[in-house]
Structures are given as C-alpha cells and as structure tokens.
C-alpha cells in the first residue's frame, strides 16, 4: 500500500511564501515523475509543477518564475517552493506520484490534499 502526505499548506498574505512537501510511503519499488496539481473552488484540477526521477521540471505559465519544485529521491519526497504569492493561487494542492511497487506496474497516487489560501 502507498500513501502520499502533504504537509506546508496555510494562510499568507499576496507577496509572502509557502513551501509544500509530499513524502510517499509503502512498498515502492521505484519512483518515476512526481507532481503537484491544484483545484481552486468551482475549477477544475490543473498542474502546477512536474520533476522526473531525472530531475527534468515543468511548470505552468501561471507559476513560472515563482514556484520551484524539487525532489528527494533517497526519501521519496518532493517539495514545492512557492514565492510571491498571489490570492489567485489559492487553491487545495495535491501531491501526485507516479511510481509502481513490486506487485502493481506504473500507477497514479495522489495525496489527500493541503489547502493553500493568499489573502490579506
């Protein structure tokens, strides 16, 4: 079994940073691209951020120049730096891995979410 935990979400004000972190846990055999994704109320999910095992990243327009994501592969962990945040960033943010274990090929697993609010 493989559970994603997000940790880091929280109030701030426009301007201010936030950083994210998501460690996956279980039986995994290996970890390929990881992510973070975010669903603002009456939107759709969309991505934010993607890192391969190689360290390869892409991000939205939206949070080019601002957002870094980085990962740790010893402890199956990806973070996301968020700086100069605007209230339109506000969202639930979910941690995405796509990885397989040793009895289930590549798969999809998303954390429980973390919600990220930019208000003053």
């Known amino acids: 079994q493989v559970q994603l935990v997000e940790s880091g979400g929280g109030l701030v004000q426009p301007g201010e940073s936030l950083r994210l972190s998501c460690e996956a846990s279980?039986?995994?055999?290996?970890?390929?691209?990881m992510g973070w994704y975010r669903q603002a109320p009456g939107k759709q999910r969309e991505l934010v951020a993607t890192i391969t095992a190689g360290g390869s990243t892409n991000y939205a327009d939206s949070v080019w120049g601002r957002f870094t994501i980085s990962r740790d592969n010893a402890k199956n962990t990806v973070y996301l730096q968020m700086n100069s945040l605007k209230p339109e960033d506000t969202a639930v943010y979910y941690c995405?891995?796509?990885?397989?274990?040793?009895?289930?090929?590549?798969?999809?697993?998303w954390g429980q979410g973390t919600q990220v609010t930019v208000s003053s």
């Open positions: 279980g039986r995994i055999f290996r970890m390929y691209t």
């Open positions: 995405n891995a796509n990885l397989r274990t040793l009895l289930v090929g590549s798969t999809d697993y």
